[in-house]
């Protein structure tokens, strides 16, 4: 058992929504959408996990192909909304099956799990089938207690892997504080 499959029980638990996760979700998606900034095209969500942000967001693309990607069975086997479409693919293997027209991405949840060289190859991997100018929305759990990622490697390791325009959104714009008051939203674009 992969650790994402080990994750699939702890995070499964969000698949039965209530008043916040309702709240947050769609506060989270709305954000989303909105730095994406596509009406058509194709998008993915990079570890989208139990479909949380995925489901959504399709709804509100309806012109948009979005797909979830995520490394776990168990977790896709969780998501709340197994008849949509779900890719079903190992992160750091993205660029050998999706066309590189890929016009936006995001990532939530993924990176707190992951030291530098790993996120750096997931970081390569969606440069390389994202549009020129496409944007990728990220969020990064910055710890003191742990070496990475500090605010400053974030910007570091997405201009070393290929982005620009590097945008910084505190966690009280999107979220009002979900369950961590050290989350650190970033909006970047694919390096033409």
């Known amino acids: 058992m992969t650790f994402w499959d080990t994750q699939a029980n702890r995070w499964g638990v969000f698949s039965v929504p209530d008043e916040d996760y309702d709240k947050y979700t769609a506060r989270q998606a709305a954000f989303i959408v909105e730095q994406l900034d596509v009406e058509t095209g194709f998008v993915v969500d990079m570890g989208c996990g139990i479909g949380r942000l995925t489901h959504p967001i399709a709804e509100t693309l309806s012109e948009v ?21 779900e890719v079903s693919a190992h992160l750091a293997t993205l660029g050998a099956f ?46 003191k207690d742990q070496a990475f990622p500090r605010e400053a490697d974030v910007l570091r390791v ?20 979900w369950f961590a008051d050290n989350w650190l939203w ?3 674009e694919r390096t033409p």
Do not use: Y
């Open 65 to 85: 192909q979005v797909v979830g990607v995520d490394p776990s069975d168990a977790m896709r086997r969780t998501s709340r909304a197994a008849d949509q479409s």
């Open 98 to 143: 999706l066309p590189k027209t890929l016009d936006g991405a995001w990532c939530v949840l993924v990176f707190q799990h992951l030291a530098e060289a790993p996120t750096r190859e997931i970081l390569r991997d969606v440069a390389g089938v994202l549009k020129p100018g496409g944007r990728f929305v990220t969020q990064w759990m910055l710890d």
């Open 158 to 177: 997405l201009m070393d892997e290929g982005f620009e325009n590097v945008r910084l959104h505190g966690d009280a714009d999107v979220t009002r504080l």
């Open 186 to 188: 970033v909006t970047s």
